[in-house]
């Protein structure tokens, strides 16, 4: 079976238009139409309800030190619903689109990983702030969450062309996700952060991008596509926040572990933020393998690919040796059988994402270390379906440097 949000939601739910990934990339040039579970004529203009409202102010530089939300000077004109209060009716040249798709884009998250987490998932600042609020357009070559709000700017892409993040699904699921995890996880004291805690955050929110992205079916398609069915080949799905076809701010398939970043008992205060963002890549690297692992699983099990093929597959790919590997080992089941492929893959998406919402959900902030979080990883699993993935999931993250018993970076 293969669990779709928009039939979940088709028939009570509110419909908006996403881009599913950079409009610059080819295949996603038009927004998509698809569902939240937004009760249908329940969203206000902006849009809003009791959780959120995008705002647009007229002139705001961004959030930074004491300032907080709400935003309480001149704003643009609210994007309002249409008569049966849906949000898709806006075309992307609208002022109101990029509110719309900043609201459909943080509710659509939000409903996978309430999902996948059995309930809703409430704000961690909601003791000062009730709502989040979303603002599409600051002047920044940035986005950030922070205390009540996420916040947008733009930045160029090859062509030198400014691209609104508003507009991104990847780097607004990102910050999403960090909104998320501070409720999911939890917020550390002070004197109990620590860098592992800061660099698990940053791959976190990739791999919650990461997971999100897969559940629009044209994102599954065109990954399958690229790939002709082999993850392990290089494709959009390993690139997070992409701002056109080569340049892309992280990226989730990468080589490296945890040897090529700073050591994990480096002062928390000390490390820089692009410190911390590589020293999450290892980590997304291991979670990507995880799902590839995954996938191949699912490829055999749903009898769309021999066990053999998949074998000298990971074995090709265990010893860098992918590109000696046949590719219509891959190709030609892929063009036979398509649906198998995307089924399979929708599966190993649901699979980690349900281990991995229930991972966040037991780790605690304080003293935070990876050796907990790959242990927590592994009980969960073992609860789900018993001890057939360890030993894949272990070395995933082994060759990743992260070992139950140690972490070996430390200076
Ligand atoms: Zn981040």
Known sequence: MRFSLNDAFRATGTRFAL?????????????ETIYVSSPRGTLLPGPADDRMYVIQPHEKQPYAGD????????????????????????SPDDPGFRNAHMFGTVRRVLDIWEIYLGGPIPWSFANTHPRLELIPYVPWDNAHFGWGFIECGEGKDDQGVLRPFALNFDILAHETGHGMLFSIV??????????????????????????????????????????????FVENEMNRIGELSRTRQIRRASNAMTLRDVIAVNTDPNKATGKQIHALGQPLTGAVFDVIAEFFLDRLIALKV?????????????????????????????????????????????DMLGLRLAECWRRLTPDDFTFEGMVETLLTVDAEISGPMNRQLILECFEWRGLSLEKVDNRQ
Request: charged letters at 15%; proline letters at 9%; glycine letters at 6%.
């Open 67 to 90: 300032a907080l939300p709400p935003f309480r000077g001149p704003f643009s004109p609210m994007a309002m619903p249409s008569s049966d209060g849906h949000f898709d009716h806006l």
């Open 186 to 231: 939890g917020m550390p004291q002070p004197e109990t952060l620590t860098t592992a805690y800061r660099g698990f955050h940053e791959s976190a929110s990739d791999c919650i991008a990461m997971i999100s992205a897969l559940h629009f079916d044209t994102f599954i398609d065109h990954v399958l596509n690229i790939t002709q069915g082999n993850l």
């Open 19 to 31: 881009y599913a990934q950079s409009p610059v990339l080819d295949g996603f040039a038009e927004p």
């Open 305 to 349: 690919v021999d066990a053999d093929s998949v074998q000298q597959v990971r074995i090709a790919a265990s010893s860098d040796r992918l590109h000696a590997v046949d590719s219509a080992l891959f190709s030609i089941p892929y063009h036979a059988d398509p649906k198998g492929f995307a089924m399979a893959l929708a599966q190993a998406r």
